[in-house]
């Protein structure tokens, strides 16, 4: 079992910026891919960044790429989120989660989940 706690969520101004961190414990988190998702009121979750075991690669959603940041320390078990340049449609509750596979974006190909936090971006 892993488990994940995410923080750093909150108000922000547009333009402003935000660092999530999802911590893990339990079974090495180093040998998983580790994802960032979030969830509109009203909207699926759906993958906004990804980053593979060892931090060497990652993927960003179109709505993200430029705007956000991935990487992981693994020594610390956490890996972060930096959001710049937000926008009031980046409000939404945002999840870590943890998945064996390189290349899994839907939510049922992650085996772990955080609890959430919330995003809110004003304009």
């Known amino acids: 079992q892993v488990q994940l706690v995410e923080s750093g969520g909150g108000l922000v101004q547009a333009g402003g910026s935000l660092r999530l961190s999802c911590a893990a414990s339990?079974?090495?988190?180093?040998?998983?891919?580790v994802g960032w998702f979030r969830q509109a009121p009203g909207k699926e979750r759906q993958l906004v960044a990804r980053i593979s075991w060892n931090g060497g690669a990652t993927y960003f959603a179109d709505s993200v790429k430029g705007r956000f940041t991935i990487s992981r320390d693994n020594a610390k078990n956490t890996v972060y989120l930096q959001m710049s340049s937000l926008r009031p449609q980046d409000t939404a509750v945002y999840y870590c989660?943890?998945?064996?596979?390189?290349?899994?974006?839907?939510?049922?190909?992650?085996?772990?989940w955080g609890q959430g936090t919330q995003v809110t971006v004003s304009s």
């Open positions: 339990g079974r090495t988190f180093s040998g998983y891919y």
């Open positions: 989660a943890a998945s064996t596979d390189n290349r899994a974006a839907m939510t049922w190909e992650y085996d772990y």
